[in-house]
């Protein structure tokens, strides 16, 4: 041995003991005082700062330019409150959807027709989005909507696939910070669920105590995905996290940490267990008719029982503080991720009924425990009995065989770990093509890595984050693209582009701008043909089409301190003419993309000439494409 490779042995015995130490760390980590383990946890985490060595692409993910991905990426953009759509494989990012966020380019949050989809909410400019997940028949995706959370303001929004602009937004009563969302996958999407995940009294009016928290509850809630109305909620124990449903359209399961009740970190990790609690449905639906629920906070959202005891719920103990829950598109099985424990549960479905109907106890439905690494989060399925787990605090994801892991939990020897796949750094989610549907494909592995340290160049302080590609049709993982994004991509799905149909043009008749142009006619105006101003005392409507590289009004005369509201409708039948109008000086900006209606309301509070302008690139004369607005004094 030459004395290179006695270094690289020496490296890697003083790595073999520094895991040693990290897993003692871990197994420890329920018994010491929160202090003491977060501090040392941030240092595990960034131990493996050392560069790793860059990688030789492989260029079968390469998409050409003028090529069509075959995926559809969908994309929560976490902190900034959008989705965004990438083309997979190429990582290319196609379109931005505002959501939560106010949007400069679109107006979004801004124009009238935004805030009445925003509705109660109109007024809030931030989101926190993390899970976004299509609706789905029969467990595979629909191609009609897409559902996300908003953790920071408790709201779920709807995004219609046709068009790609979201069309409802909820504010959840009762509930604060909703963050695990999925759908119901069998036999339709009837229901989109969401978790509570902060605990509140109830009911929050400031009346009762607000130190006890004993009365503080977190809830589950069941929205009609079609209607947009919580149908439901069910009161639980404990914090609920992220959430799944079965391919039988009978039980929905999530994650449940903090059984303590406690309000600081330290009393949140003192126990030994927390749960998985599966809620079945037919039993809600029940009591929901029995009328067994209550109401609170003065609203009339029914509010069903689900605590411990409760006949709509069971309480499945698993190691303390877990995370992501999963179900594996086989339908089979609950995969629920340890977090601070090395190890997922997993949790067959099969023996649901059983456990519902008190023929076993809550324990023995889990069959198989295995043991991953460090920190797993959540798992993702491959279509050939294979999971992949993101190890937070090891930087990997593990790939491991479900049915192997399940002959070891019942003592056969049999190594279930298929391979380990370095990340960078530090994932959280991560999500193969078609992976939560039957239609899963094991094609695709992306990997959301929460950190992106030296993989780009630097761009100050703050960092992108790093999605990464992985290709898993082989046996082996193989790391094919990295990717920095922005705040915060915590989840994606990858839905094959055979689903998915958005029109071109807008419809004329599209209920996201009916009111307004039902505000026209009632003004005696068709916003497709004509050009006028109304006034009814000192509101004042601009009705104007657009057709490069014109407006139909060159300018329009106002007051000072006239609530202004300009309704544009873009005349083009050509593909991807899309048009601006924005008003110089007054934060008036707005996209009005072919055949579509778009208004905007302001109130005239400065006099002069101010310009207004297209501002989408549209035409040679692009530049020309203005008028004036003249508000007198
Ligand atoms: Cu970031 Cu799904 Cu909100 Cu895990 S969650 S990482
Ligand atoms: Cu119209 Cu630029």
New binding site residues.
Partial sequence: MDSKDDDTQKESTELKLKNKDRRHFMSKTAMIGAGAVAAPLTAVMFSSLAKAKSEELDHSAMVNPGELDEYYGFWSGGQSGEIRILGVPSMRELMRIPVFNLDSATGWGLTNESKRIKGESANIMVGDA??PHMSMTDGRYNGKYIFINDKSNSRVARIRCDVMKTDKIITVPNAQAI??LRVQKVPETKYVFCNGEFEIPMNNDGKASLEDVSSYRSLFNMIYAEKMEVAFQVMVDGNLD?ADADFDGKYFASTCYNSEHGVTLGEMITGERDHVVVFNLERCEAALKAGEFTLYNGNKIPVLDGRKGSQLTRYIPIAKSP??LNTSPDGQYFVANGKLSPTVSVIAIAKLDALFNDKIKPRATIVAEPELGLGP??TAFDNKGNAYTTLFIDSQIAKWNVADAIKAYQGEKVNYIRQKLDVQYQP??NHTSQGETRDVDGKWLVCLSKFSKDRFLPVGPLHPENDQLIDISGDEMKLVHDGPAFAEP??CIMVHRSKIHPKKIWDRNDPIFADTVAMAKADGVDVMVDNKVIRKGDQVTVYMTSIAPVFGLSEFKVKLGDTVTVVVTNLEQVVDVTHGFCVTNYGVQMEISPHETSSITFVADKPGVYWYYCNWFCHALHMEMRGRMLVEA
């Fill in positions: 993390h899970h963050h695990g992220n995370h992501g989060l959540h959280g989610h915590h989840d």
